[in-house]
């Protein structure tokens, strides 16, 4: 099941009356965040003793109206230039490089928590997105995707049950 329809109305995931407002939505979220960290931290082990290729995850936010879906991915201090966006079928993937302006050679590091080098996300869109249609615009460190929605035919039937005596 997509991510997507995690919070749909009648998914299996939404019950007894829990919205995206709700302890399910901050879990998932959690998790998430959980997830890409320990991402980010086995690349840093470096088993194979190559460099990763991806050294950090930058956090994303999805949604949808009934008009359309989007995307944010959070890229501060990531020049605009530095970030590519491909599409290929139903699959969007960001990357680029955020690259570090504080190369000093004089004093030490006393502690680096900001992340720099290569990133890349890869997002599945449900099939009712118009990939026609997808635009992209950067302002303040954050890339927005907009993708607007077909209108699929819906499967949904009503079968009238027929009593027998």
């Not at 690259?99 to 050679?105: A, G, N, V």
Request: proline share 3%.
């Amino acid at each position: 099941m997509a991510v997507w329809d995690w919070f749909k109305e009648g998914s299996r995931h939404v019950k007894d009356g829990i919205t995206t407002n709700d302890t399910l939505k901050k879990w998932h979220t959690d998790l998430d965040r959980w997830f890409d960290n320990t991402m980010q931290e086995l690349s840093n082990f470096h088993l194979t003793g190559e460099k990763s290729k991806i050294d950090f995850y930058p956090r994303i936010d999805i949604s949808e109206t009934k008009q359309q879906y989007n995307v944010t991915i959070e890229v501060p201090g990531v020049h605009p230039k530095e970030i590519h966006l491909e599409i290929e079928n139903h699959t969007v993937t960001v990357h680029g490089e955020k690259r570090s302006s504080h190369e000093s050679k004089e004093g030490n590091m006393h502690k680096a928590e900001c992340s720099y080098g290569r990133f890349e996300r890869t997002l599945s869109l449900p099939e009712d997105a118009d990939m026609s249609t997808i635009k992209a615009e950067f302002s303040h460190g954050a890339l927005h995707i907009t993708v607007d929605r077909l209108q699929l035919p819906s499967n949904k039937k009503k079968v009238d049950i027929k009593v027998l005596s």
